[in-house]
């Protein structure tokens, strides 16, 4: 202000001194224009600086962001353990040529269902057809003569009792009998390979099931050296699902089982819920079929397989499937929060919790299973915490915020 005072003197100094100037000065040569401008110019000048004495503007910060918080929604619910895992085929197997011969027929229709015990691929059945019948002629052969033979031994001791045969007429007849029985039994073995044999040139479905596409056309010769595959079929309904399980839920599960009365032998009495990955929910049910007697040292987990019924056959081997077993005999009290607040970190699961002076702070959580929307917090959580379920994007832990109080909703069922 002295500084603004001082200016102001000079300025009335200046205009004192610019007056009397102009009164020495003749009428005629007063330079009037000049001198007013000077002085307006000084004027301005003088309240220009006192301009530049008053306070300067403080800077005002914005008020806390709104978010919304609410308290967990508490609700009964059946704790569950969810796992992925794969669909596997109830039965799957190669259809092969084991006898050799060129293709003769394939009676089916890629992709076809089939029922078991019927025939899907011949193979010429003539040569063994043949050699069946030619081992049957050889034991017809070996049959008279045991006939004979036999006949023949039973007249050599008649005369040995008698006295009349001589002891190694005897012998030599029981050799002859005991030497055609078993021709006769070898002859039997044969026409049994035969049998067999002539069984293989005809490949039939060794269940129900899905026929895959024939890998070898009518004509081609098969069986060569080894097996030839032709074909796979596929069992669809029911099917398996299996899945490894932690150590820490194999746990679980036994306890679970010990409440519940069971023992590994009632291990079908465990419900098992099945989904797809484009599924909602677990549309598919079945029951516990396996579990391994042993934990796998090398990951720490247990193999274990479930089964259910597919008579659609929405469910293919090789799918990626959603698994939920329940891990109690009933409902227990839970506190659920909007699946889409949770957070993950490298600490793993938090939540955003409304704190003292309305301060945000990041919680850590360990979650369970979701229903609907919601996702069940197992621990980490308190009923009375309010956790920030709106405007997420404006909640910053260490900062304050404008909590707007609400509601967490049930889905409806």
């Not at 008053?54 to 709104?66: F, L, Q, R, S, T």
């Not at 596997?88 to 011969?101: F, H, K, P, S, T």
């Not at 009375?384 to 707007?404: M, N």
Request: glycine share 8%; net charge neutral; hydrophobic share 40%.
């Amino acid at each position: 202000m002295r500084r603004a005072t001082a200016a102001k003197g000079e300025v009335l100094a200046t205009i004192e001194v610019a007056s009397r100037l102009d009164t020495r000065r003749p009428v005629a040569c007063r330079p009037v224009a000049w001198s007013s401008w000077l002085v307006l110019g000084l004027v301005l000048m003088g309240l220009l600086v006192l301009a530049g004495c008053k306070k300067e503007n403080a800077y005002v910060p914005p008020p806390p962001p709104d978010v919304g918080v609410a308290k967990p929604l508490q609700q009964s619910v059946t704790p569950y353990l969810e796992v992925t895992g794969n669909a596997v085929a109830y039965n799957q197997v190669d259809l092969a040529a084991r006898v050799e011969g060129f293709l003769q027929e394939i009676d089916y229709t890629d992709g076809a269902m089939a029922k078991r015990g019927d025939t899907l691929f011949v193979i010429e059945p003539a040569p063994y057809q043949s050699k069946l019948q030619q081992a049957q002629a050889s034991l017809a052969a070996a049959q008279a003569e045991l006939v004979q033979s036999d006949a023949e031994f039973n007249r050599q001791a008649t005369l040995l009792k008698q006295n009349v045969s001589a002891q190694n007429t005897y012998d030599q007849a029981l050799a002859k009998r005991d030497s055609d029985r078993a021709n006769v039994s070898n002859q039997q073995a044969s026409v049994t390979i035969a049998a067999i044999n002539y069984g293989y040139t005809r490949v039939t479905a060794p269940f129900d099931g899905e026929v895959t596409n024939h890998l070898q056309s009518v004509g081609e010769l098969v069986g060569v050296s080894s097996p030839t595959k032709l074909a796979s079929i596929v069992q669809l309904d029911p099917i398996y699902v299996t899945f490894n399980v932690s150590e820490q839920d194999v746990l679980r599960i036994k306890a679970m089982m010990r409440d519940r009365g069971l023992k590994d032998v009632d291990l079908a009495k465990i419900p098992v819920g099945v989904g797809l990955m484009t599924e909602q929910g677990y549309p598919h049910s079945g029951a516990m079929n396996y579990a391994s007697p042993m934990l796998d040292p090398s990951t720490g987990t247990l193999f274990a397989r479930g089964l259910l019924p597919n008579p659609g056959r929405e469910i293919l081997p090789g799918m990626f499937v959603r698994i939920r077993i329940p891990m109690a005999l009933d409902q227990r009290q839970s506190l659920l929060v909007p699946d889409r607040v949770l957070g993950t970190d490298q600490g793993g699961r938090y939540v955003l919790v409304l704190g003292k002076d309305n301060t945000i702070e990041q919680r850590s959580v360990e979650v369970g299973a979701q229903v609907g929307s919601l996702r069940v917090v197992a621990s980490g959580l308190k009923p009375d915490d309010q956790v920030v379920v709106t405007g997420l994007q404006h909640a910053i832990p260490g900062d304050k915020v404008t909590p707007k109080e609400t509601t967490i909703q049930a889905d409806k069922s």
